[in-house]
């Protein structure tokens, strides 16, 4: 097992240098960089921090331009700004954002509260809605309850996100009908004079619609999944036996289906934990105004903002390649079976 951890680990590397070089190789060939960005903010008179000296209007001369290339480092050779790269990457120096002039590891940090509160409630909410009304399906199979709740599940599977979020915000938010629910924000400006009971309340009251919109569309899969898994583990071998041997149905779900049926699903736990943090929704962020990972994703590539976008990148990609080596290990963990690096007899 320890060597096969190390085999992982190695193999991280050459990976994330390939991803890293890939993307750094299409940023130069993409038209519109950062320069180009700066010099046409300061066109439009909304160049700030250090790009506020550039606000000359149309006439902004080579001089300047040459003044923002050395300032952004691209007055260097590629090859020299490509290991520059690598080598501060390998100290976990994700550089500065152009635009906003602030360390990438800062900015990355501001918008985490939002990502994490998204991400970590969809997930909780979704796993604890799906299982076990997957198995409530699994076990009324071909019920009336199957086909109700199947078709309930795929309708808010088959409706956008972002169609939801219209709707929800038209109908409770203000829009047209009921003014329930905030709009903005994960808290109310008086959070902080408020008690904690007060405090927990009004988080979850800006959360409600948003949430609303991820938990439909995410549990779904998960539903299916854990119904279609537990049917056919009700329809193996050993559970004909099994109650073939006098034992009660729920003595036979809980004691031998269930340990069974629930390794594909609790093995998926470390990847859908952390992925519910970086795949947020960049539309639902947009539409209750919450500033998290994937507004700022999306910001950092229409402004070229490459150091938030290579930062962003390594950052994701690194948890990401964990997170499948923490995946595997559990489904050895959970099924004793599972032996990595034997060999085949």
């Known amino acids: 097992m320890l060597a096969y951890i190390l085999k992982r680990l190695a193999l991280m590397i050459p990976t994330l240098v390939g991803v890293l070089t890939l993307t750094f190789i299409v940023m130069q060939f993409v038209p519109g960089g950062p320069v180009e960005q700066v010099l046409a903010e300061a066109r439009a008179g909304t160049g700030s921090g250090e790009t506020s000296a550039y606000k000359a209007g149309r006439d902004l001369d080579r001089q300047r331009v040459e003044e923002l290339k050395k300032l952004y480092g691209f ?32 900015l990355i940090k501001e918008k985490l509260p939002v990502s994490i509160s998204l991400g970590l409630w969809t997930f909780l909410i979704s796993y604890l809605i799906s299982i076990p009304l997957g198995i409530a399906k699994a076990v009324r199979e071909g019920s ?88 056919e583990e009700l329809r193996k071998q050993y559970v004909l036996v099994a109650r073939a041997k006098g034992l009660s149905q729920r003595r036979v779900l809980w004691k031998h289906v269930f340990r069974n049926a629930l390794i594909p699903i609790i093995t998926g736990f470390p990847a859908a934990f952390i992925g519910a943090f970086f795949t947020g929704s960049l539309l639902i962020e947009t539409l209750f105004s919450l500033d998290g990972l994937g507004l700022l994703a999306y910001e950092s590539v229409i402004r070229r903002d490459y150091p938030v976008v290579l930062g962003s990148l390594y950052l994701f990609t690194l948890i990401a390649l964990v997170v499948k080596l923490v995946s595997d290990l559990t489904y050895a963990v959970v099924d004793p079976r599972v032996q990595f690096g034997a060999v085949a007899r």
């Open 144 to 231: 009336r309850f199957d086909v109700a709740t199947t078709f309930v599940v795929l309708l808010g599977y088959a409706i956008p996100g972002f169609v939801l979020g219209i709707l929800l915000i038209v109908l409770f938010a203000g829009g047209t009908f009921w003014d329930v629910f905030p709009l903005r924000g994960l808290t109310s400006d008086d959070w902080a004079e408020m008690s904690w009971p007060a405090r927990i309340a009004d988080y979850f009251w800006h959360l409600t619609l948003p949430l609303t919109c991820l938990v439909i569309g995410s549990f779904a899969v998960m539903t299916l999944l854990t119904k279609n898994t537990f049917v």
């Open 75 to 106: 007055d260097r050779p590629l090859h020299e700004r490509y290991f520059k790269m690598l080598a501060d990457y390998a100290r976990f120096d994700l550089g500065r954002s152009f635009m906003q002039n602030k360390p990438v590891w800062e």
